[in-house]
C-alpha cells in the first residue's frame, strides 16, 4: 500500500487556493476510500507537521516518525471526524507537539542539541559555516526553553500561527500564548546575548 504520510519537506503546506476542498472535505474523502485526497492532505499538512517536530526535537529522523505517527492518527479518527467541530489543522499541530513531548521524555539530555538542517542554495563555505553555526545556536537555544514556552515561541515565530489559533492547539488562553511567548523570546535573547559577535550578528 502507498504510504500516504510522505513526501516530507521543510517547508509549511498551504491550505490550497480559492476553490480547493477544504482540510475537512479531504479527510472525509479520505474516509471515504479517496487516496487522492489523501495525498493532498498530506502535501498540505504534513510539512507543518514535520517542520514543528523539528524545531522541538532537533532531530530529523525523529521528527519524521513524529510526523509519521500524526498522520497516521489523523487517518484513524477520519472516519469519526465532525466538520466545523475543530480545524484539522489545529488538531494536527497538538498531536505533534504531544508526540514530541512524549519523545523528549525518553531523549538522553545530550542528545537534545542535534541539528541536522538541510542546506538551500549555494552560499560560500564561510556563509554556509555561520548560517550553520546560527541555526545550531538558535536550536540550541530553543531546547533549553521550558516546553510551553518553546512550543508558543515555534508556532507564533517560526510557523507564524496567530495567537487565538496557538491558544486552541495548547489549550490555554490566548493572553497565556502572549505570556508564554513574550517569556520564550525574552529567555532566547537572554541565552544568544553572548553569542552575538561569534555569530556575526552587529550590534544595534
Not at 77 to 105: E, F, H, I, M
Not at 139 to 150: E, F, G, I, N
Given at each position: 500500500?502507498?504510504?500516504?504520510?510522505?513526501?516530507?519537506?521543510?517547508?509549511?503546506?498551504?491550505?490550497?487556493?480559492?476553490?480547493?476542498?477544504?482540510?475537512?472535505?479531504?479527510?472525509?474523502?479520505?474516509?471515504?476510500?479517496?487516496?487522492?485526497?489523501?495525498?493532498?492532505?498530506?502535501?498540505?499538512?504534513?510539512?507543518?507537521?514535520?517542520?514543528?517536530?523539528?524545531?522541538?526535537?532537533?532531530?530529523?529522523?525523529?521528527?519524521?516518525?513524529?510526523?509519521?505517527?500524526?498522520m497516521m492518527r489523523l487517518?484513524?479518527?477520519?472516519p469519526k471526524w465532525v466538520?466545523?467541530?475543530?480545524?484539522?489543522?489545529?488538531?494536527?499541530?497538538?498531536?505533534?507537539?504531544?508526540?514530541?513531548?512524549?519523545?523528549?521524555?525518553?531523549?538522553?539530555?545530550?542528545?537534545?542539541?542535534?541539528?541536522?538542517?538541510?542546506?538551500?542554495?549555494?552560499?560560500?563555505?564561510?556563509?554556509?559555516?555561520?548560517?550553520?553555526?546560527?541555526?545550531?545556536?538558535?536550536?540550541?537555544?530553543?531546547?533549553?526553553?521550558?516546553?510551553?514556552?518553546?512550543?508558543?515561541?515555534?508556532?507564533?515565530?517560526?510557523?507564524?500561527?496567530?495567537?487565538?489559533?496557538?491558544?486552541?492547539?495548547?489549550?490555554?488562553?490566548?493572553?497565556?500564548?502572549?505570556?508564554?511567548?513574550?517569556?520564550?523570546?525574552?529567555?532566547?535573547?537572554?541565552?544568544l546575548a553572548g553569542r552575538?559577535?561569534?555569530?556575526?550578528?552587529?550590534?544595534?
Amino acid at each position: 500500500m502507498e504510504d500516504l504520510t510522505s513526501p516530507l519537506q521543510d517547508v509549511r503546506g498551504t491550505s490550497g487556493a480559492a476553490g480547493d476542498p477544504g482540510d475537512d472535505t479531504l479527510l472525509r474523502q479520505f474516509a471515504d476510500g479517496d487516496a487522492a485526497a489523501a495525498r493532498e492532505l498530506t502535501d498540505r499538512l504534513g510539512p507543518r507537521s514535520f517542520s514543528v517536530a523539528l524545531r522541538m526535537l532537533g532531530n530529523r529522523a525523529e521528527a519524521e516518525d513524529v510526523t509519521q505517527d500524526a498522520m497516521m492518527r489523523l487517518w484513524q479518527v477520519a472516519p469519526k471526524w465532525v466538520p466545523g467541530q475543530a480545524k484539522v489543522s489545529t488538531w494536527l499541530y497538538r498531536v505533534t507537539l504531544n508526540l514530541c513531548v512524549d519523545v523528549q521524555r525518553k531523549k538522553k539530555p545530550d542528545r537534545l542539541a542535534e541539528v541536522p538542517e538541510p542546506e538551500d542554495g549555494e552560499p560560500s563555505v564561510a556563509d554556509r559555516m555561520q548560517d550553520g553555526a546560527r541555526k545550531d545556536a538558535l536550536q540550541d537555544a530553543l531546547s533549553q526553553l521550558p516546553d510551553r514556552q518553546r512550543q508558543a515561541v515555534i508556532l507564533r515565530h517560526m510557523e507564524e500561527l496567530p495567537n487565538p489559533e496557538i491558544a486552541g492547539i495548547m489549550g490555554v488562553s490566548t493572553e497565556a500564548v502572549e505570556s508564554l511567548t513574550a517569556r520564550g523570546k525574552r529567555s532566547l535573547a537572554a541565552i544568544l546575548a553572548g553569542r552575538r559577535d561569534e555569530l556575526g550578528y552587529d550590534d544595534g
